[in-house]
Every structure is written in structure tokens, then in C-alpha cells.
């Protein structure tokens, strides 16, 4: 009778201290979670702001001696010219971010052009924002539907990317 007794006590764990052991799992992998969402935000605002500076080195560099300036170049003629940064995706006609999807570059006058990122989260957004608008290196900046010149403060930046879904962001460079 006795063995019994020990067999059953000695057999495995109450469910106290399964539901302690789970929520301290739990608890774990929410720390680590958030810990790699932080980095990973940042190192995708990193990226943008790295693809963007290397978008106007080449760009400039190709159409530096164009008598019509940036006036009508495409995407199609950004990829054919590989004026493009090569972490993106490119196919025949489009480029693409593997965190942001599509990229898109439009000549709008002689002078300036349009890199435009359809879907950039709105984490990315504000870190890149953040850092974009005070370094002045483009002429506008535009999120959704409204635009940030440079020098914004840092309340515009948080209204402007908002709080939930993607954003489109558009850079004007000259």
C-alpha cells in the first residue's frame, strides 16, 4: 500500500506547477519577441535609409549629362539602367522590398524625382522618418496623403506614419 502511495505522489507534476512553467515559457518568448521586433524595425529603417542614399548616387550618376534632366524616367528605365539598390527585387518592370513591397521611381521635372514605397510599416516609418527629416536630403517627404518638409518635429512624424496598418511614403529628391 505504501508503494502505491509513493508511485502516485512521485509520478509527474501537479497542474500548478505545469501552469508555472508555461507562464514563465510564456513570459520568455514575449521578452524575446519584443526584443526582435525592436531590431527588426530598426534594421529595416536602416535599410530604407541606406536603399534611398544609394537610389540618388546612382540615379545622379545616370542621368547626371541627360539634356531632359529626370523628366519622364520610369522605373522600367531605372531597372535597364540598374540605378537601383541590389538588395531590391527587380524584375523587367518592377522593384520590389522585401519588407515595404513595391518600388516605384518617377521623374516628375528636370530637376527632381519621386522614389515612392507603397507599403512601409508604420514602425519603419517613424524610424526612418525620424531620421530622414532632419538631415534635410530631400526636398519633401510624403506619407499617405499628407507631406513632411524637413526639420518636422517629432509629433509630426508619429501623426503622419500613424499607429496601425502600412504606409506609402514618398521621397522627392533633386
Known amino acids: 500500500m505504501k508503494n502505491l502511495k509513493q508511485l502516485k505522489k512521485n509520478s509527474g507534476f501537479t497542474i500548478v506547477e505545469l501552469l508555472i512553467g508555461i507562464g514563465v515559457i510564456v513570459g520568455f518568448l514575449a521578452f524575446v519577441y519584443g526584443i526582435y ?60 522590398s522585401s519588407f515595404a513591397g513595391a518600388v516605384t521611381v518617377d521623374g516628375k521635372t528636370a530637376n527632381t524625382f519621386d522614389i515612392v514605397y507603397a507599403n512601409v510599416p508604420n514602425g519603419v516609418c517613424k524610424a526612418a522618418l525620424g531620421k530622414l527629416v532632419s538631415s534635410g536630403e530631400f526636398v519633401t517627404i510624403a506619407v499617405g496623403t499628407g507631406t513632411t518638409t524637413p526639420g518636422a518635429d517629432k509629433a509630426s512624424v508619429e501623426t503622419a506614419c500613424g499607429s496601425s496598418g502600412p504606409v506609402k511614403m514618398t521621397f522627392t529628391s533633386n
Open 37 to 96: 521586433s525592436r531590431i527588426s524595425t530598426s534594421n529595416h529603417a536602416n535599410t530604407l535609409i541606406g536603399d534611398l542614399t544609394m537610389f540618388q548616387t546612382k540615379i545622379h550618376e545616370v542621368y547626371a549629362n541627360e539634356p531632359t534632366g529626370y523628366t519622364g524616367m520610369k522605373t522600367e528605365d531605372i531597372i535597364k539602367s540598374k540605378a537601383y539598390p541590389g538588395d531590391l527585387g527587380a524584375s523587367a518592370t518592377a522593384l520590389n
